[in-house]
């Protein structure tokens, strides 16, 4: 039997918790070529991205017959599923790419375009605008604990967003009210 038709030894490790959760003999057959470039396997429902491959190349893991693949978890964030952290979005995920510090951009309001905000813990489109402020206040102070990189600021009653987070809770150049922590993506 020639080793290119030998099973290679595949162990998947989810690289979030070093746990082992599928070790099987694989054709090689059924393996990409390279795991140099970004690969995405998908298992199950879900989709996992390969963050480490030892080794990396098919010659080699035919060769040894053995490859494990250290694996992430791709999370898909849909709206209805995400805990949200802010009131508003933009249009498109690299908005804030092309703008400058002095750049404002109108933002779009979530609760109008999902089903039962309230139950996402988002106001009501007929609350008031202190009620508003007071819920994206809360949930931006939730985002502020957190590092993330490229967040900017917004104000969530005049729906305009800027990419200078050195702006957050300073005064909205329309309303006054503090501005607070935005992402983009
Ligand atoms: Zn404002």
């Not at 030894?9 to 090689?28: E, R």
């Not at 709206?79 to 933002?107: A, C, H, M, Y």
């Not at 305009?160 to 993506?185: E, H, M, Q, S």
Request: aromatic share 8%.
């Amino acid at each position: 039997m020639s080793w290119f038709s030998r099973k290679i030894n595949l162990t998947l490790v989810d690289d979030a918790t070093g746990s082992v959760f599928v070790s099987s003999m694989m054709p090689p057959g059924e393996l990409p070529d390279s795991f140099r470039i970004n690969t995405t396997l998908h298992l199950g429902d879900d989709d996992w991205s390969v963050v480490q491959a030892e080794p990396e190349t098919k010659a080699e893991f035919t060769k040894s017959g053995k490859l494990v693949l250290r694996l992430r978890k791709v999370e898909t964030v849909s709206p209805k599923s995400l805990s949200f952290t802010q009131l508003d979005i933009t249009e498109r995920f690299d908005d804030n790419q092309r703008l400058g510090v002095d750049d404002w951009i109108t933002t779009q309001p979530l609760n109008a375009t999902i089903e039962n905000p309230k139950a996402s813990g988002l106001p009501q489109c007929d609350d008031d605008s202190e009620e508003v402020y007071r819920i994206a206040s809360t949930l931006s102070e939730l985002r502020e604990s957190i590092p993330i990189p490229n967040d900017g600021v917004y104000c969530p009653i005049c729906h305009i967003a800027n990419v200078d987070l050195g702006k957050l809770r300073t005064p909205c150049p329309k309303c006054g009210r503090g501005l607070l922590k935005f992402g983009w993506t």
